[in-house]
């Protein structure tokens, strides 16, 4: 169960509050990492910072450039060029039509990418960034992203670590830990 609301601080100091739909949205990303081979909870937290950054995991429409995407289930009006969604991903570098970057499931799929990915092989999704495993966390993000601003991911590491333990633990704050199965590195609801 996703809870209501949780407030969140970030490395910089800022606390807010992510509503149930944000959360909904976290829950998405996590199930679809933790559905593709090779992410693990270490591709899950990149893809949860990358959201927050770009999106604060909201899924936003672009009415200026695609009044079409208003159409589609949002949780508010973005306006970063051509940008879509929770990643804020762009039709016009390929990440796909304005249907798919308006559905989560594409867009979390989509960020992760890989052979199975629906944009293999470009742009390049973190399956598709080879030795991301081995790279800061906000440099794997940025590398996906690709971002004019890439120094922001890692400000979000803390808040996409306590979503990923609240939404991984049973019991939702009770001090539970996330359960990771043995050498899949998968994470069990």
Do not use: C
């Not at 770009?54 to 200026?64: F, K, Y």
């Not at 796909?96 to 990418?113: S, W």
């Not at 800061?136 to 940025?142: C, F, R, V, Y």
């Amino acid at each position: 169960p996703v809870p209501d609301s949780l407030t969140v601080t970030t490395a910089n100091g800022e606390t807010f509050t992510l509503n149930r739909q944000q959360l909904t949205h976290a829950a998405t990303i996590i199930a679809i990492g933790n559905s593709t081979d090779g992410v693990g909870r270490s591709g899950i937290k990149i893809a949860l910072m990358a959201g927050l950054t770009e999106s604060t995991l909201r899924m936003l429409s672009n009415t200026g450039t695609y009044p079409e995407s208003a159409n589609y289930p949002n949780d508010g009006n973005g306006s970063d060029h051509d940008s879509l969604g929770l990643f804020q991903m762009r039709p016009q570098s390929g990440w796909g039509t304005v249907a798919e970057l308006m559905d989560p499931i594409y867009q979390a799929q989509a960020f992760f990418g890989g052979p199975t990915g629906p944009n293999h092989p470009s742009p390049r999704g973190l399956l598709d960034i080879p030795g991301w495993e081995q790279m800061d966390k906000g440099e794997a993000a940025q590398a996906v992203e690709v971002s004019a601003y890439p120094d922001r991911y890692d400000n979000y590491a803390p808040v996409a670590e306590k979503i990923l333990t609240i939404l991984t633990s049973v019991g939702h704050g009770s001090g539970a830990k996330p359960t990771v199965t043995g050498e899949t590195s998968r994470v069990v609801f």
